[in-house]
T-cell receptor, first 113, second 113 residues
Framework: SQQGEEDPQALSIQEGENATMNCSYK?????LQWYRQNSGRGLVHLILIRSNEREKHSGRLRVTLDTSKKSSSLLITASRAADTASYFCATETPQGGSEKLVFGKGTKLTVNP | DGGITQSPKYLFRKEGQNVTLSCEQNLNHDAMYWYRQDPGQGLRLIYY???????QKGDIAEGYSVSREKKESFPLTVTSAQKNPTAFYLCASSIFGGTGELFFGEGSRLTVL
């Protein structure tokens, strides 16, 4: 069951520009997480935002959450070629002690030097 | 160094053969997960385990089996009943089941010849 859906599917920008990726979901959540995946590698956790939080920062990353619109955005500022990767949102929904994460299909980001 | 180790990284299998993918963690995490990733797709949950000697089916468990005899280990067997097993398999763990960030291994790529 796919809960989160990222937009756009692919994004190509120049080094130094900002990159914004969006995630929409369908049901209420406990938290929403963003992960990064370099080609052929495992996923790396970037940031977790809880349902009662609206914005979080971590270095060059800024995540917002709008529970009324059931959407989140990930902003990467001053992008670098090394930011080239796929970015996934994952939602944790309340399931009475059996909570698990459901991942979207991801946004493929290419940062051109 | 704490982390999750998956092996083998690449595996080729003939149709009709069972194969077992290894996943070991030394993070002392209670919960472990297996995900499947197909090209251009998000992650789909196969099985998860929140405690030793217990595991639950995820969204696509048919054709797969797991065991959790030790806290550190969560092997996945891809059986001959799995109709389309060629995929990238990712193992993950978390401190507690269902909440917080997931820590991923580097993945195992299975190709059926």
């Amino acid at each position: 069951s796919q809960q989160g859906e990222e937009d756009p599917q692919a994004l190509s920008i120049q080094e130094g520009e900002n990159a914004t990726m969006n995630c929409s979901y369908k049901t209420s959540i406990n938290n929403l997480q963003w992960y990064r995946q370099n080609s052929g590698r495992g996923l790396v956790h970037l940031i977790l935002i809880r349902s009662n939080e609206r914005e979080k920062h971590s270095g060059r990353l800024r995540v917002t959450l709008d529970t009324s619109k059931k959407s989140s955005s990930l902003l990467i500022t001053a992008s670098r070629a090394a930011d080239t990767a796929s970015y996934f949102c994952a939602t944790e929904t309340p399931q009475g002690g059996s909570e698990k994460l459901v991942f979207g299909k991801g946004t493929k980001l290419t940062v051109n030097p | 160094d704490g982390g999750i180790t998956q092996s083998p990284k690449y595996l080729f299998r003939k149709e009709g053969q069972n194969v077992t993918l290894s996943c070991e963690q030394n993070l002392n995490h209670d919960a472990m997960y297996w995900y499947r990733q197909d090209p251009g797709q998000g992650l789909r949950l196969i099985y998860y385990s929140q405690i030793v000697n217990d595991f639950q089916k995820g969204d696509i468990a048919e054709g797969y089996s797991v065991s959790r005899e030790k806290k550190e280990s969560f092997p996945l067997t891809v059986t001959s009943a799995q109709k389309n097993p060629t995929a990238f398999y990712l193992c993950a763990s978390s401190i507690f089941g269902g909440t917080g960030e997931l820590f991923f291994g580097e993945g195992s790529r299975l190709t059926v010849l």
